[in-house]
């Protein structure tokens, strides 16, 4: 006789420090939030069905996850104690600590600081329960990616900034349906259009930018730079940079190459590549367009 | 006598090639004539390039990795753009007087002729190593501050399209000084042009 045991929940707190709230919604848009929340107790979270109120989190004694969205500030009050106390109380007490989003990773728009980096310098939380889960807002498969690893024990390999490899271990720009312009320096010149390269002017970062977002796709249909809409870096300490839609050059080459690429190396291919017109390339991918 | 290599070979045919192309144009000059002038069989030579037009797209690509490697010495160096400027004018004007084959075959063969060049030496194809150096400089030079942004080509045009026909005077024996009398002041019209 078989006998099924129900598996194990894993309590969950959800901390709102300066935020927009974006993460949340991003978290409820997972199109497979139930099963994940049938693994987790939620102790609170301000949106969720939860066991305490905002008030009464000192009667909690220990959580397993501590989820933190929004940025490190002074005088931001959730109930009647500062964020910043309510956070150092469960940051020891919790197994685990996800910084959920970039302002809760490096500080971002609204924050003086992240929980374990003030952009990309450790704070005395750069522990190693802290897994960072940048983005803005965080894609909603990243945070439940990480939620369920966590729920099933199983080690997430970070980098130097405590983000999962698995996640941001690539560029934006691997998986980009536009690599072909992009090899072949086909620009794009405008927003929304399917055809062209959005790196050359119009601000795209995809190719420094860490993130899956080009092979697991938003809303599972599409993607920013799928749409003709630049990269604009929100996974990274620098992010928000100013001018997101056009490139930063110096006489005509740019600012920044692509993640690891030198220099020279960069302008020797993109030289060959720009020195040939590839017919298909230059045309409508529809003609109907 | 010892036995060169293959590689040393070629750069003795190129530039034998170079100074007799120079010297009579590059029509004129027939793989035979070359081979003549090297005291090597046409069949040899033939071992090393294929074809006249494959001799003349090596030509420009040796050229261009010569020039290329100099200025990215210069590249290197931790001087000012202004002083840069200098130091490659001043280059490319002595190498135009030591070795006037290497620059006018950019510009009286490369640049003139461009359709012995237009397969396997498209838009930047053979002379990127070269290129790549210049963009390099002008980008540097415009992230320090010191030089203006600005398109590219309006750049580029204005430096090397300036000392290529001051090599041009110099080649038609227009100039009434030595190449190297110039180099002070058209360096400094230079910067002139393109400081911030």
New interface residues.
Partial sequence: MRTSTKPSKLSLLWLQGATCNGNTHSFLNYPHLEAVLERLEILYHPLLPSRYRIGELEEVEKCHILVVEGGVREGVKRGNREFKELLELFIEKAQWVLCVGSCAVYGGLFGERGVALKGEEPTPFYLPKVINIPGCPAHPDWIATTLWAVVEGRELIRDHLLRPKEIYGYTVHAGCPRNEYFEWKVDAREFGKREGCLFYELGCQAPYTRGNCNQILWNEVSSKTGVGMPCIGCTEPDFPQENLFSTK?????P?RFPLGVP??AY??MT??A???KIERLERRLFEED | MARISREERKRQIMDTALILFSREGFFEVTMADIAQELGMSVGNLYNYFTSKEALAKELILYISKLLGEEIRKINFKTISAREKIGEIVRFYFVTAKERPELIEYFLRIYLANREIFKNGC????CV??F??EI??F??????SGE?R?????S?FGLFMGYLGGMVFLMGEGMLPNEIDYYIEDISENIYQALKA
């Fill in positions: 050059t110096y006489m005509g080459i600012a220099k020279r302008l020797t030289g060959v720009k020195s040939f | 498209e838009g930047f194809l990127s190593p290129v790549t963009m390099i002008f980008e540097e030079g415009v992230r030089l942004d600005q398109d590219f080509f750049a």
